[in-house]
C-alpha cells in the first residue's frame, strides 16, 4: 500500500513495497541504473558496470534478479540499486518523480472525482514557466527556413542554463542543457551573442553543445553523446536542432522519446526545432501552428509550441500555443544585425 504524505511525495510502508514498484516499471528501472546496457529477447537486461558485467532477469518471476558474470554476486532489485546508488532512499525519490510526470503503474489505472478534488499536493513546477515547458514536456519552435531559429534558440538556451528569464520565459532554476545540433560549429557564434556576461558566464557550465553532428535520432547515440558531458540523470532539457525529415522526427517523437527519458530523467523537457511549410505570410499569421510540416500529426504530440517568424525585416514576432495554461499574448522583439535582443 502506497500511503500518501502531505505535499508531492508518497510514502512506503515498506521495502516489499519498493520492491514490488521497482519490478512493475523493470525495464526503466535497470535502463536508470545501467544505462548503455542492451535488452535481449525480452528476457534479460545485459550491462557493464565499472568493469563488472551484469545480467538482469526482467521477465516472469525471477524478474529484478540480477547477478555479475565475473564475480559471484547476485541479489534482487533492491541489492541492486543499493549497489549502484549506496541506499535505497533514491529509488523512493525515483519512483515519485516517476509518479510526477505519469500515473504510477501500481495496479491503480483511474481514479474517482473525489480523489481529484482532494488532492491537494502542489503541482509540479514547470521547467519553462508560465507552462511553456512543463515536466516531460514538448515544446516544438517552429519557422520557416533560415529565419534565425537556431541563433533564437540559442540566446534562449544560454538564459535557461543561468536561471535567468528570456522574453518572458522563466526556468525554474539553472537548468542543465544537452543540446544536440547540426546546424553549424558554435564557438564563434556564441562569442558574439548579444548577452550580458554575467548571464553567459552563470550558464556556462549547464549547457552542454555538440559540434556539428549528422543527426540520427537513435536513443542508444544520443545517450551515448550525452553521457560523455554530463550525468545523464539530472539532465532538465534535451533539445534536438534540427531534423529536416520531419517524418523521422514524428516517428522519434511518437515512439522513442519516453525511452529516451527513462535512460536519463523521466522528467526532463524535451525542445525540438521544425519548419514551415511554404506558405504566404498572410496564412502563415492568420494560423501559425498549421503550417508546420505534418502539423495534423505533430500537434497532437507536443505540449507547447512557439513561432517565429519576421513581419518586418528588424523585427521578429512570437506566437504562442499552449495545451496547459492561459494564453500568451504574442510578442514582437527588435532585431540588430539579424541578432535577437534579448530581454527578461
Not at 519498493?18 to 523493470?26: G, H, R, T
Not at 560549429?185 to 549547464?206: F, H, M, P, V
Amino acid at each position: 500500500m502506497l500511503i500518501k504524505k502531505e505535499g508531492n511525495f508518497m510514502d512506503f510502508s515498506s521495502q516489499k513495497e519498493i520492491k514490488s514498484l521497482l519490478i512493475d516499471n523493470i525495464k526503466e528501472c535497470v535502463s536508470y541504473l545501467l544505462p548503455g546496457g542492451e535488452f535481449y529477447q525480452d528476457r534479460f537486461y545485459l550491462a557493464n558496470l565499472g568493469k563488472d558485467k551484469i545480467i538482469v532477469e526482467i521477465k516472469g518471476e525471477k524478474a529484478g534478479i540480477w547477478n555479475d558474470i565475473y564475480k559471484e554476486k547476485k541479489g534482487d532489485i533492491l541489492s541492486l540499486w543499493t549497489l549502484v546508488e549506496g541506499n535505497i532512499d533514491s529509488a523512493k525519490k525515483w519512483l515519485n518523480a516517476k509518479k510526477n510526470s505519469t500515473l504510477q503503474n501500481n495496479g491503480e489505472k483511474a481514479f474517482s472525482v473525489r480523489h481529484y478534488l482532494n488532492d491537494k499536493s502542489p503541482m509540479p513546477k514547470d521547467i519553462i514557466g508560465p507552462k511553456i515547458l512543463t515536466p516531460s514536456g514538448l515544446l516544438v519552435i517552429g519557422g520557416t527556413p533560415k529565419i534565425g531559429k537556431s541563433n533564437f534558440l540559442l540566446s534562449m538556451l544560454v538564459h535557461l542554463a543561468a536561471g535567468v528569464s528570456f522574453l518572458g520565459m522563466k526556468p525554474a532554476k539553472p537548468l542543465k542543457i544537452f543540446y544536440l545540433q547540426n546546424e553549424m560549429e558554435y564557438r564563434e557564434r556564441l562569442q558574439k551573442l548579444r548577452i550580458s556576461k554575467k548571464t553567459l558566464d552563470a550558464g556556462t557550465e549547464n549547457l552542454v553543445i555538440t559540434k556539428k553532428v549528422q543527426l540520427t535520432l537513435n536513443v542508444e547515440k544520443i545517450k551515448e553523446i550525452m553521457s560523455e558531458n554530463l550525468d545523464v540523470k539530472t539532465v532538465d532539457l534535451i533539445v534536438i536542432d534540427s531534423v529536416f525529415d520531419y517524418r523521422s522526427m514524428i516517428s522519434f517523437l511518437q515512439n522513442s522519446i519516453d525511452e529516451l527519458r527513462s535512460i536519463t530523467n523521466s522528467a526532463a523537457g524535451v525542445i525540438v526545432t521544425h519548419y514551415t511549410k511554404k506558405v504566404s505570410t498572410t496564412t502563415l499569421k492568420k494560423n501559425p501552428f498549421q503550417a508546420l510540416s505534418g502539423a495534423n500529426v505533430l500537434r497532437s504530440l507536443y505540449t507547447s509550441g512557439v513561432m517565429i517568424f519576421r513581419p518586418e525585416r528588424n523585427t521578429l514576432q512570437l506566437m504562442y500555443e499552449l495545451k496547459n495554461g492561459k494564453p500568451i499574448p504574442t510578442k514582437f522583439k527588435n532585431m540588430v544585425n539579424g541578432r535577437c535582443i534579448a530581454t527578461a
